[in-house]
């Protein structure tokens, strides 16, 4: 058991993260911006004491000095799972919404830390797969080894763009705090691609849905029965597996130090309304005709290796997390 403060507690992986803290008995201190939404995740865990779930106010990450009180604790944390991050492409200034509170809220976070609660010997950090594809031209498999080569100037260029710049620089920055400060602890990186899943009930509405679910939401809506769009990255992972690889980076010991790309291997949209199609029959008609794959024959690879050999995972298929994403999603209205 170790007490951790989990960063961005009302997120969708994060969600997960609390379940899964909590099932393997560690005491979790979750940050959150307003006393509403922490109060709402409290009132979701009934019986759980406070000394086992309780929340600490982090309004806005991007501001230099955030977490210098909620790193503090009595007992002292032992770790920290760093989540918050913005994740979606509503924007208008990328460096205002995307860039500063990714890589401000990744190194405040760290200083804070170092300075503020040197009882804690592990960082585990939500990165992502965007900070490793190159989509410039895609090595013949992907791995930890990979980085996304983007630069300041194509940062700025979209939206899409800030989000993969965003978690590319902040892991960098995390890497080299490490590196150049030398703290008392170590840091692992969670990256994963597409994260597909059940919401939590307490925290979602089908309006207001977590970006990588929201073409569960599309197709079974009918928004998308005129045809599907491009599928995207061809990689997912369901959101247990990577809220457990989050909790396993804090527990392993040989975790730190590493990146991990996790990933249960390919789909397409055109398999993720298939599998709504096969298992929720009264959908059909929300559905497009033509749920053919368009996921090339000539792919890039993935090597997922280091997450089953170091952290133990073992992944999830498409199928059932397509239909538990789908009746949670109905659950809450679609
Ligand atoms: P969510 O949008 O559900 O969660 C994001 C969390 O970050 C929320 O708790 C949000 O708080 C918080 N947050 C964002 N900006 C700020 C800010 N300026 N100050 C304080 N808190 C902030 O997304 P996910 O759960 O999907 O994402 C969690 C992490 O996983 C992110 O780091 C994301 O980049 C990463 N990731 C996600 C993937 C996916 O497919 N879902 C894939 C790869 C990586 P609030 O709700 O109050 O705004």
Do not use: C
Request: hydrophobic share 40%.
């Amino acid at each position: 058991m170790v007490k951790v403060l989990l960063t961005g507690g009302s997120g969708f992986i994060a969600a997960h993260a609390v379940d899964i803290l909590l099932q393997r008995n560690h005491d979790v201190v979750f940050t959150v911006r307003s006393d509403e939404k922490g109060q709402k995740i409290l009132s979701n865990h009934p019986g759980t004491p406070s000394s086992k779930l309780s929340y600490v106010i982090v309004e806005d990450i991007a501001q230099e000095g955030a977490f210098d009180e909620a790193v503090k604790s009595d007992p002292p944390f032992e770790a920290v799972l760093h989540t918050a991050s913005p994740f979606h492409f509503k924007v208008t200034d990328v460096k205002k919404d995307l860039l500063d509170p990714a890589i401000i809220g990744t190194t405040t976070l760290l200083k804070a830390v170092k300075k503020n609660a040197p009882s804690v010997k592990r960082v585990a950090i939500t990165s992502s797969f965007a900070a490793i594809i190159n989509p410039n031209g895609h090595p013949k498999v992907y791995s930890e080894s990979n980085w996304n080569p983007i630069t300041q100037e194509e940062a700025v260029a979209n939206p899409q763009n800030g989000y993969r710049a965003s978690k590319t620089f902040a892991e960098k920055a995390a890497w080299d705090f490490v590196e150049k400060e030398k703290p008392n602890f170590d840091v692992a990186t969670i990256n994963p691609p597409l994260v597909l899943g059940p919401v939590v009930h307490y925290l979602n509405s089908i309006d207001n849905i977590n970006t990588s679910n929201e073409r569960v939401a599309n197709l079974i809506q009918g928004k998308w029965k005129d045809g599907l769009p491009s599928s995207g990255i061809w990689i997912w992972v369901d959101v247990r597996d990577v809220a457990l690889a989050h909790v396993k980076a804090i527990e392993v010991p040989e975790a730190g130090g590493k990146r991990f790309l996790l990933t249960a291997g390919y789909y397409s949209n055109g398999e993720i309304a298939s599998a709504i199609k096969s298992n929720f029959p009264d959908l059909a008609d929300k559905l497009p005709q033509d749920l053919k794959s368009d996921k090339p024959d000539d792919v890039y690879g993935i090597d997922n290796s280091r997450s089953k050999d170091v952290l133990g995972i073992k992944y999830r298929n498409l199928e059932e997390s397509v239909i538990d994403t789908t009746k949670s999603l109905l659950a809450i209205g679609a």
